[in-house]
Structure formats: C-alpha cells, structure tokens
C-alpha cells in the first residue's frame, strides 16, 4: 500500500500535486483512503462497478447496504440525482460542505452497485480540503464508507485504517486525526413534505429543525417528530421497533463494535458498576467516561480510563468514542465501560452510536441485553 502523509500545504498548488498520485489512482478504479472532517472513507470511482464491489469485498459489507457518493460541488449533485428540490438546494446552502448527507431519488448515471438496489443515493461534500481537493481531482463522483473493516469502529486516524486493512488497499492519504470523530448526519428528503434524520451526527437534530423553522413551511405539523427519526424513540423500545430499519439498510447491522464486551452505564454509576463487577469477575476493565463520572465513581490513577471532558460538551465524547474504543482492544481490554450521555444535540450520535456497539445497557434498576443482527 502506498501511504502519502500531508503534513501541510503551502497553495492549493501543493495540496494538489502531493494528492494527484491518489487522485489519478482513484479515477482509474483503484481503493484509496483519505480522511474527512468526521471519519476516514474508503474511496471507489462511483463510474466503475468492479471498484465498487471491490470496496463491498475489502470492507465484508454486506451488498444490500448502500454508500454514500462524494462530490465536491453541488452542481455535482444535480448530475447524479434526478431530484432537486427546493428544499434540498436549501439544506445544501446551509450546511453542504460539511458534515451532512443528502438521500434524494438516484439519476441513471448511479448504478445499483452503489445504491444497493435503492431507488434513491446518499450524497455528500465533505469540507476537509484533503478529501474535497481529492475528490475535485479524481473528477468523478467517489464512493466511499467508512473505512473500517464491517462492523468495527469507523477510523478516526490513519493508523486504524492500516490496522483495518494492511495491504489490501492501494493507497492511504494520511491527513491526521479527524475533527468531528462520527459519521456525517444523514437526512432523507426523498419525501419534501417528510425529511427524516436517519443517522443523527454532528449536524444535529436541533440544527436542522432550527434551519426548517425558519425557511420551509410544512402542510403537516408533525414534521418535528417525523424528522427526529430514531432517535424520538426511547433506547428500551429501539431494541424491539422495526420502524426505522427498512428505511436505512445499513442502521440494522450491528455496528462500531470492539472486540471486548461492551457495557453503557447510565443513572447511579456505581450501582451500575458494581453490576458489572460482579458479572465479570477478574476482567480487564476500561472505562470511557466523563470528567464528573471519573469523579463519581473515584477512578483512581491507577485504572484504566479515557476521560474524555465533561458529559455537557458531548462533542468531546463524540470526538474519542471510535479511537478509545481501537485503543482498549488494542490494549486488551475484556470490558469497556462507557458512560451514556443525554440525548440532545451531538449527544444523540453519540447514544446512537455506542446503542449500536453495546452488548449490554447497565442502569441502576435495570440490566437490557442489546441483542442485534450482526
Ligand atoms: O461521514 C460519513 O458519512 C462517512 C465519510 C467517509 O464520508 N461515510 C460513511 O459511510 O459513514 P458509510 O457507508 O459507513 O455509511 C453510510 C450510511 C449507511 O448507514 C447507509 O445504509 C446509509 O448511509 N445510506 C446510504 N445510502 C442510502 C440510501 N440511499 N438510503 C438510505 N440510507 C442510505
Ligand atoms: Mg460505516
């Protein structure tokens, strides 16, 4: 695997010349990493299925979970969609580049391959100026999930890309650790009177109704909870709601998980802990948590532990989550202990992420088993 580490730039002229080897190896259908602002993709020319298949079989994805294409304009958008509503030409003013992806019906020029036999596409501009430069470059539309093996925790850094895949990729852009930590916020605007959060990021919940309060007038006054999406459900009646799996394929799939047992404690942590301790005795426990549950819960020096900042800043947790998860498996942890957040603003990608890595949900009163498909 070729790696091309950019540690800086001087002109976009530069950027562009340490990148154009991975731009042209992309466009001629070759995988190649790069980062992003929220996690590390794994590129494919969107024009050449057997590149894109290539991506499904590097990553053990299973074929009916559709990606996500990179472009680096709108009007880049237009050419891959047969769908340009007002109200999505409104979202992109306000929050393309960036963090945010679009699902809207597919134009011809998508293949199934990449929609995974969906009607509409996902889209997405991403504002890292490596990953924007790259796919400006490649001057095709790029193809690119997260790149983690299916299942793992999406890369956050170069090096969990390397520990993903090895060789078995043609190149790796190393940019550094990535700002936001998460996936891209993902909202359906297939239906324009029914937009609907099917992955909550750093684009939140609170920020796109704001948005839609202000500039789009809805027949319907149910719009907020329809655009909630999953995360209006409470965590308990999740594990049992089908509702929301058929409409993003890839959200069914146990996701984001490490190797240890996974554990979330939330209500009276040492309640909850003790839970835990009793059910594992002698393991390895590591434990990611807020400054203030470090505190609860008298984590001395001597414990294993990430602290990430404190629980009101959840962007902070969001920002280490995927990383402390590789970091604990890498140090052998048997059990991770994770802290639940309240669910508003970032918070709820963050709950949304580690409900889908857990294995168990420890409250004070309550013990949940999280049993998904994997
Ligand atoms: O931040 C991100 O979005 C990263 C970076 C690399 O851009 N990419 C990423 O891709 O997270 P991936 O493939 O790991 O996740 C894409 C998600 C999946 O849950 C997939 O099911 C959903 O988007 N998705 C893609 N196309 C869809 C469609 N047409 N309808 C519904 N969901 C779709
Ligand atoms: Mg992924």
Redesign the pocket.
Known sequence: MKTIKIEGWQSVEDLEMQLGPAAQMLREGSLVAFP?E????LGANALIPEAVLAVYQSKGRPSD????L?VSTVDDIRDITSQWTELAAKLAEAFMPG?F?L?LKKGEAVSSAV??G?E???V?I?NHPIARTLIRLAGVPVA????NRSGRP?PTRAEHVRADFGNGIACLVDGGATRFGL??T?L?VSDEDAPQI??PGSITYEMIAEFLEKNWSFESSTWRETLKGEAGIAEQDKITDQRFVA?????KYRHYAPDAKLYIIEGDLKTAREKILTEQPGAKVFFFVSQEAAEELSLSSAVEKKIFGSRHNPDLAAHDLYAALRDFDAAGADVIVAEALPQSQVGSAYMNRLMKAADVLVQSNQVTELKRSD
Request: glycine fraction near 8%; charged fraction near 15%; charge should be positive.
């Open positions: 992003t929220t996690v590390y993709g979970n559709p990606m996500i990179h963090p992806t699902i929609s995974g969906l509409t596409v996902a997405r991403p690119a999930p997260s790149a999406s996936e891209s993902v359906d099917l992955r409409r993003s394929p890839g959200m």
